[in-house]
């Protein structure tokens, strides 16, 4: 979909970016840094790093152990930044206000974009875009092609290249396996046991073109995003969404990323799973098939048989999938959907850099704590030991809500439902829970 083609050069430079480089920061930080903050304050590039990046490079003087550094720390900030968007996006959702939820919900994707890349050592900046090597050294990602000349792209502009480029590479189908293992088994090798031929790197491309797609939208088309970010949307009167399926797609993403104090989120890893079974050309497999070729024993081959073959598709994977226009209804659930599948990735992804390095819940209170307290998710004074508990609260307050909607002689409209629900609905708008949960189990 993008303008912009990545030449040669810049296809190489993404191919030698370093993501061992990113997890050797991590895992090199100090001890006196890990429980206090997630840069160091003397960083060179902690602060106006665009600009002092450029100054830099232009004077040949770019630090490059600080400038990594930078990058590093950017993946999970972005993340958490991404996490923060779409919860905005879900108030406003909850609001009425879909014009609103699509101007948030893009830029949860865009920044969960950018945590992806500086994951895999590149940083998204202004127009010059750091990549870092296999020995720690930094380069400007060479110019791109956009129809008519070479020139540096801006970060919109950027982005979904690098992202669709990365995402064919082996290296994406190599984080998949590693971030998503069902039952301790990598998605390439259920597909190996049971006689999938489908390359999970594949896989990957296709999943990732489908989450990211806003991003290339709103790059070839100017005029879509002024009309989301800057046109006033009353003018539009787009389609008005009902409250109650409002309250369905909420409640549905909440329950797609249930937490676990094993695996983050099992309830997406299942799901994925199977659209990977299913992409692979793979019948879903009974029980014994299970034992027979995956090595589950009859207990655990019969949980997995069960969950596969009555799984049905959470309303966010459907609405991920579909791509409406600005005047429809369920746009911007859909661009919400797909930002929190890409979030979804993006996180684990951080969260696999932070495991590698030993860098878990206690090491991450600095900024989880914190974080839960100034959204008003505990008391300052109260904070819990584990913010997986939190889950509670938010499946109490859905069933509560389910019941109440069901109790209803009509559908509720957005008054009735402020009006009675409005503690209910606050939390589940603060979607950096999720967030925090990814990173800090």
């Known amino acids: 979909m993008s303008g912009i083609k990545l030449q040669q050069n810049a296809k190489k430079a993404l191919r030698d970016a370093s993501r061992s480089r990113i997890g050797d920061w991590f895992g090199a930080l100090p001890n006196q840094i890990r429980g206090v903050r997630w840069l160091q304050s003397t960083n060179r590039y902690r602060v106006h790093c665009t600009q002092r990046y450029g100054t830099d490079l232009n004077a040949h003087t770019v630090n490059d152990p600080q400038l990594v550094g930078y990058i590093a720390a950017s993946a999970p900030t972005h993340a958490i930044d991404g996490w923060s968007y779409l919860g905005r996006a879900v108030e406003s959702v909850l609001r009425g206000d879909s014009g609103s939820a699509i101007h948030f ?3 949860a994707e865009l920044r969960a974009a950018m945590s992806l890349m500086a994951c895999e050592a590149l940083g998204i900046f202004n127009n010059r875009h750091p990549v870092v090597d296999s020995k720690g050294h930094t380069q400007p990602l060479p110019k791109v092609y956009n129809g008519s000349k070479l020139i540096y792209a801006g970060t919109h502009k950027i982005v979904w ?33 049971l006689n999938g031929n489908v390359p999970v790197r594949a896989i990957a491309q296709v999943w990732l073109k489908a ?57 997406i890893e299942l799901h994925l799973l199977g659209r990977a079974l299913l992409a692979a050309g793979i019948a879903l497999p009974d029980t014994a098939t299970l034992q027979a070729r995956c090595g589950l024993q009859q207990a655990e081959a019969d949980v997995w048989a069960e969950l596969l073959t009555a799984r049905v598709d959470p309303l966010i994977l459907a609405e991920a999938e579909e791509v409406s226009g600005l005047q429809e209804p369920r746009c911007h659930l859909q661009v ?89 609905l606050d939390l589940l708008g603060i979607c950096e829970l999720i967030g925090i949960w990814g990173l800090a189990s």
Request: aromatic share 10%; net charge negative; glycine share 4%.
């Open 105 to 107: 919900g893009y830029y």
């Open 161 to 193: 290249p690098c992202v669709i480029h990365w995402a064919g590479l082996r290296k994406a189908g190599v984080l998949i396996d590693e971030i998503i293992r069902p039952s301790g088994i990598a998605i390439s090798e259920w597909i190996k046991n």
């Open 211 to 267: 989450w990211g797609v806003d991003l290339a939208i709103y790059d070839d088309d100017h005029n879509f995003r002024n009309e989301v970010s800057y046109r006033p949307s009353e003018l539009k009167r787009p389609a008005r969404l009902p409250a109650d399926d409002a309250v369905e797609f909420v409640q549905s993403l909440w329950e797609l990323f249930e937490p676990s104090p094993d695996r983050a989120f099992p309830a």
């Open 336 to 424: 919400i959907a797909r930002a929190s599948l890409l979030l979804y990735f993006s996180t684990m992804s951080c969260r696999q850099h932070l495991r590698q390095s030993a860098i878990g819940r206690p090491e991450l209170r600095h900024w989880w704590a914190e974080t839960g307290a100034a959204r008003g998710l505990w008391p300052s004074d109260n904070i819990p030991d584990n913010p997986v508990d939190i889950w509670a609260d938010v499946r109490d307050r859905i069933t509560d809500l389910r019941a109440w909607r069901a109790a209803l002689p009509a559908a509720p409209g957005f008054h009735a439902l402020r009006s009675t629900q409005s503690q209910t």
